[in-house]
């Protein structure tokens, strides 16, 4: 059997205990190709740049998102998902 509390914890170490509690921004550094800010250690979401070269083909990507969203679109148009669209 578990132990048990023996006194309640008053309010005030209550609201102590949870003042500590809360979300923190994450830092964020420029980048070097585009200066748009970016989380540090990790590959630009705008230029796909990561310690000064070309990690990720941003253009090609955007095309084959395009093309994604394209056919996503079709298939929702000739079927399948036409319940949702009416409820
Ligand atoms: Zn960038």
Known sequence: MP???KKRHSRQRQG???AAIKLSVRKTVLCSNCQAPV???T???TC???KG???IDMAKKKKLSEAESDSAKAKSVSGGNADKNTA
Do not use: A, D
């Open 39 to 41: 989380l540090s250690h």
């Open 53 to 55: 070269r070309e990690v």
């Open 48 to 50: 796909g740049f990561y």
């Open 3 to 5: 132990q048990e509390p």
């Open 43 to 45: 590959i630009c979401k």
């Open 16 to 18: 102590k205990r949870r």
